[in-house]
Antibody
Framework: EVQLQESGPGLVKPSQSLSLTCSVTGYSITSNYWGWIRKFPGNKMEWMGYISYSGSTSYNPSLKSRISITRDTSKNQFFLQLNSVTTEDTATYYC????????????WGQGVMVTVSS | DIVLTQSPVLAVSLGQRATISCRASQSVSISSINLMHWYQQKPGQQPKLLIYRASNLASGIPARFSGSGSGTDFTLTIDPVQADDIAAYYCQQSRESPPTFGGGTKLELK
């Protein structure tokens, strides 16, 4: 069974970097696409970006200057780094799997709530 | 970006039909392929894929869920509604990057 699990600090100070890890079991990240999606208080959801089976990346233009998604195939993990965070980056962060055939995000992690506050 | 619009709340009685709509700011279809997907999310849980490409039931999803639509107008139908279906429902398009989500429809009991 495919399982995803996010991990990382729940509290980040403004202007610092947010770093999260998504650990995947039951499926290799060298197949499909692996993305980060966040849900803000108030329920708006935003796709942040993904890393593909080949290691190529695509980012939401709204975040392009601040975001980086990388991976470690030996550990079957991928990572999110978001720089220069503000309180507006407070959200629940999810990692998810997507199929290249564009059939939606079919597996999701449980999510990790991240608060940006001093 | 493609904007997806959903009504915030829908009140329904158990055993009745619920119809949740999603309207896109531009077509999300390519030829006959409708790149709209639906998710269910309950409080404290991750979103769950219900319907992909507008009308295809995701694995393990009960047949009381169905989807329809093309172009800019899409519908998720739950018939009959059960107590376990009380949740928020989101549409999401993958026609253009960035993928975008609707604001969600909260299904409530009447």
């Amino acid at each position: 069974e495919v399982q995803l699990q996010e991990s990382g600090p729940g509290l980040v100070k403004p202007s610092q970097s947010l770093s999260l890890t998504c650990s995947v079991t039951g499926y290799s990240i060298t197949s499909n696409y692996w993305g980060w999606i966040r849900k803000f208080p108030g329920n708006k959801m935003e796709w942040m970006g993904y890393i593909s089976y080949s290691g190529s990346t695509s980012y939401n233009p709204s975040l392009k200057s601040r975001i980086s998604i990388t991976r470690d195939t030996s550990k079957n993990q991928f990572f999110l780094q978001l720089n220069s965070v503000t309180t507006e980056d407070t959200a629940t962060y999810y990692c998810a799997r997507a199929d290249p055939k564009r059939t939606g995000f079919d597996y999701w992690g449980q999510g990790v709530m991240v608060t940006v506050s001093s | 970006d493609i904007v997806l619009t959903q009504s915030p709340v829908l009140a329904v009685s158990l055993g009745q039909r619920a119809t949740i709509s999603c309207r896109a700011s531009q077509s999300v279809s390519i030829s006959s392929i409708n790149l709209m997907h639906w998710y269910q999310q309950k409080p404290g849980q991750q979103p769950k894929l219900l319907i992909y490409r507008a009308s295809n039931l995701a694995s393990g999803i009960p047949a009381r869920f169905s989807g329809s639509g093309s172009g800019t107008d899409f519908t998720l139908t739950i018939d009959p509604v059960q107590a376990d279906d009380i949740a928020a429902y989101y549409c999401q398009q993958s026609r253009e990057s960035p993928p975008t989500f609707g604001g969600g429809t909260k299904l409530e009991l009447k």
